[in-house]
């Protein structure tokens, strides 16, 4: 079946720092992957997302690449803000009615 | 844009009665509304598919006469927990996708989530 693995959080980094979430995949047929961002109490939004392997998605200084030879799916960010503390959750799509979500992964910026 | 929102955002209620949660997308019509339950520091877990005109598809383990869902329109699905009970407290998000969708690259449109807290 479809899933979605993330690495465990909290991910804790100080401001400034270099950020890796990773994400890996297990899909029948060709997934859409997606990033998605949770603010304390909110909903979720899109980060990004990417469709087809070796495309980039990027947005707001976070980029992730589509790896199809390795199933995975990484978050970077060169410079991460105290702003940016939040839940990532990677996703992946394969059409029909339902996204797949891994387990989130929490992240603090520390001032 | 693709706005989603979700009535209450908030909710506490006695245990034994029941509580409605609506989702509306604002400005696009959703064919497909999905009703997702999140715990404190975890995923989302995916309750039910829910497509206009039609009966919620449920998942597994997720009681359908407990968690009553109805899509009467493009723009309105609604979630009741009836009978609630403490276990039922929750941060309930619904999402919906836009009608003229339905390829891998869709991503859906999230609502803000209504915290429900039952005493």
């Known amino acids: 079946g479809n899933s979605v693995t993330q690495m465990e959080g909290p991910v804790t980094l100080s401001e400034e720092a270099f950020l890796t979430i990773n994400c890996t995949y297990t899909a029948t047929g060709y997934p859409s992957l997606f990033w998605y961002v949770q603010y304390p109490g909110e909903g979720l939004q899109l980060l990004l997302k990417a469709t087809k392997a070796d495309d980039k998605g990027s947005n707001k200084g976070f980029e992730a690449t589509y790896r199809k030879e390795t199933t995975s799916f990484h978050l970077e960010k060169g410079s991460v803000q105290v702003s940016d503390s939040a839940v990532y959750f990677c996703a992946l799509h394969t059409g029909g009615f339902k996204t797949i979500f891994g387990a989130g992964t929490r992240l603090f910026v520390k001032a | 844009g693709a706005v989603v929102s979700q009535h209450p955002s908030w909710v506490i209620c006695k245990s034994g009665t029941s509580v409605k949660i609506e989702c509306r997308s604002l400005d696009f019509q959703a064919t497909t509304m999905f009703w997702y339950r999140q715990f404190p520091k975890q995923s989302l877990m995916l309750m039910a598919t829910?497509?206009?005109?039609?009966?919620?598809?449920?998942e597994q383990g997720v009681e359908k006469d407990k968690f009553l869902i109805n899509h009467a329109s493009l723009t309105l699905s609604t979630l009741t927990v009836t009978s609630a009970h403490p276990e039922d407290s929750s941060f309930y998000i619904c999402s919906a996708r836009k009608a003229t969708s339905g390829g891998k690259g869709d991503e859906q449109y999230f609502g803000p989530g209504t915290r429900l807290t039952v005493t």
């Open positions: 829910s497509n206009e005109g039609s009966k919620a598809t449920y």
